[in-house]
């Protein structure tokens, strides 16, 4: 089956400041990629996707790229604000029949005022 | 609000007892999924639904769980004889498919569950 690799566990950065977290799959017939944010207590938020047939997607402060050939995507977060706090997933998902999200084990991003 | 809901939001029960939780998703999709998360852990699969028809199940989901889904709307996911190893955050998300592309999934709050 799909796995999906994350890292950083943890991350910290200062208000302003880019956070970049990179997240690898083992299944080359994935072909969606959502992220979800969780705060504390929280649902998971999806806050971007990607799908296989583009190599970026921007909205706002928030970016994904996807290299299919090396099987990994990123999230980029610029400007960072304290709101950005939070616990961070990546997930895939393969088309046709098998509609399961696997998931990353996260990372927790914290923004230092 | 219009999102997932699930009840309850928190679930405390004995070993052994039997608890049942509820998702209502989003008005008129058509796909309803379950996934079990753990501290410091990503969401897990568990089973999904298309319309009533549940299409997959996880080998997570031993038999002690069920779910059920109906009438293609709400769904309910049953532990029986529940063991410490139960205790969880348990989701429940929903999407529209159509077009034959992988849709966005949006989750419920979640239903915490802690077993004494």
């Known amino acids: 089956g799909e796995n999906v690799e994350q890292h950083p566990s943890t991350l910290s950065v200062q208000e302003g400041d880019s956070a970049v977290i990179k997240c690898t799959y083992s299944?080359?017939?994935?072909?969606?990629f959502p992220w979800y944010k969780q705060e504390l207590g929280k649902r998971p938020q999806l806050i971007i996707d990607?799908?296989?047939?583009?190599g970026e997607k921007k909205d706002q402060r928030i970016a994904v790229t996807l290299n299919k050939t090396a099987k990994h995507f990123s999230l980029h977060i610029t400007e960072t604000q304290p709101e950005d706090s939070a616990v961070y997933f990546c997930?895939?998902?393969?088309?046709?029949?098998?509609?399961?999200?696997?998931f990353g084990t996260g990372t927790r991003l914290t923004i230092i005022p | 609000d219009t999102g997932v809901s699930q009840n309850p939001r928190h679930k405390i029960t004995k070993r052994g007892q039997n608890v049942t939780f509820r998702c209502d998703p989003i008005?008129?999709?058509?796909?309803l999924y379950w996934y079990r998360q753990t501290l410091g852990q990503g969401p897990e699969f568990l089973t999904y639904?298309?319309?009533?028809?549940?299409?997959?199940k996880s080998r997570l989901l031993s038999d002690r769980f069920s779910a059920e889904r109906p009438k293609g709307s709400f769904s309910t996911l049953e532990i029986q004889r529940t063991e410490q190893g139960d205790s969880a955050m348990y989701l429940c998300?929903?999407?529209?498919?159509?077009?034959?592309?992988?849709?966005?999934?949006?989750f419920g709050d979640g239903t915490r569950l802690s077993i004494l």
């Open positions: 990607i799908r296989s047939n583009v």
């Open positions: 299944d080359s017939a994935s072909n969606y």
């Open positions: 998300a929903s999407s529209f498919e159509g077009h034959g592309r992988n849709q966005p999934q949006h």
């Open positions: 639904f298309q319309n009533e028809a549940q299409l997959e």
């Open positions: 997930a895939a998902i393969k088309p046709f029949g098998n509609e399961k999200l696997t």
């Open positions: 008005s008129e999709h058509n796909r």
